[in-house]
């Protein structure tokens, strides 16, 4: 998820792992963890990889590392297939994953958009159904706690379907020429 994550920020603009660590916490703290023992290692292996190069180094000022890095277009081609697959994980993970590739969605065909979220809102219709197919405890603050995740799934739900139809809407807009580009 790391690597979705840092790859779509690179497309956006050359970073330093400081700049690159502040962004993702900036705008992605809900969906992902981030330190810079995670960052740097990941970056050195997207570096021996092709998916990034070190473009420039500047001198440390705050801590900062000097080493910037731009994707490459083997970089590109690889975010763009981690942003269409659905890996088997755990809720907990895939529900994050769902968000940090909202977070890119400009960058995908409104088509693969409304895959991504029939597929988000698919999955969080079958969890809605296995929550409330468990038994409901006798424990007050359980009860409570299996209530809250209901709610919280159902909310999800509600705003997916809402991001559903607003996609929808705009492919209908688009003239059939342009969606078979």
Request: hydrophobic share 40%.
């Given at each position: 998820m790391l690597k979705l994550a840092v790859l779509g920020l690179l497309q956006r603009e050359p970073l330093n792992g400081y700049r690159l660590k502040q962004q993702l916490e900036m705008f992605?703290?809900?969906?992902?963890?981030?330190?810079?023992?995670?960052?740097?290692?990941?970056?050195?292996r997207m570096e021996e990889q092709g998916e990034v190069i070190l473009c420039a180094e500047q001198g440390q000022e705050a801590g900062q590392c000097g080493k910037i890095y731009e994707i490459t277009s083997l970089g590109k081609t690889t975010w763009y297939?981690?942003?269409?697959?659905?890996?088997?994980?755990?809720?907990?993970?895939?529900?994050?994953?769902?968000?940090?590739?909202f977070f890119f969605f400009?960058?995908?065909?409104?088509?693969?958009r409304v895959q991504l979220i029939e597929h988000r809102l698919m999955s969080c219709r079958l969890r809605l159904a296995e929550k409330k197919a468990l038994e409901v405890t006798?424990?007050?603050y359980q009860a409570k706690l299996q209530k809250r995740g209901v709610e919280v799934i159902k909310s999800e739900i509600e705003w997916l379907f809402e991001q559903l139809q607003t996609e929808q809407f705009q492919l209908a807009q688009t003239p059939t020429s342009a969606k078979q580009l």
């Open positions: 992605m703290s809900c969906s992902i963890c981030v330190n810079y023992g995670a960052i740097y290692p990941l970056l050195k297939q981690e942003m269409l697959v659905y890996p088997h994980e755990s809720w907990v993970n895939a529900r994050s994953r769902f968000l940090i590739k400009g960058h995908l065909l409104p088509e693969e006798d424990n007050l």
